[in-house]
């Protein structure tokens, strides 16, 4: 069983910068795909970014594409998301999620998530 705990959400103004991290605990974390994924209030979760279980590998969304880095440190068990350029539409909660197929099929774990809230 794999716990993770997502920090790093807060209130910033649109332009600005957030990185975001996910600890994760109780299992073996090399062995995953990590994801990120977001919801906006009264929409569907949608899928952000991943990284290939040894990192070196990632994939993005176009909304983010060029804007978010998904980063992962294996020896600390954690994966970032480095978010750069906020505007309001990314205003959502954040979670992280361990995979089994990369970019981000056969999820086995969530977290609870983080809020990010850009002002504009």
């Known amino acids: 069983q794999v716990q993770l705990v997502e920090s790093g959400g807060g209130l910033v103004q649109a332009g600005a910068s957030l990185r975001l991290s996910c600890a994760a605990s109780g299992g073996t974390f090399s062995g995953y795909v990590m994801d990120w994924f977001r919801q906006a209030p009264g929409k569907e979760r949608e899928f952000v970014a991943a990284?290939?279980?040894?990192?070196?590998?990632?994939y993005y969304a176009d909304s983010v594409k060029g804007r978010f880095s998904i980063s992962r440190d294996n020896a600390k068990n954690t994966v970032y998301l480095q978010m750069n350029s906020l505007t309001p539409e990314d205003t959502a909660v954040y979670y992280c999620a361990a995979a089994l197929v990369y970019p981000a099929r056969s999820i086995q774990y969530w977290g609870k998530g983080t809020l990010v809230t850009v002002s504009s």
């Open positions: 990284i290939h279980a040894r990192g070196g590998v990632s």
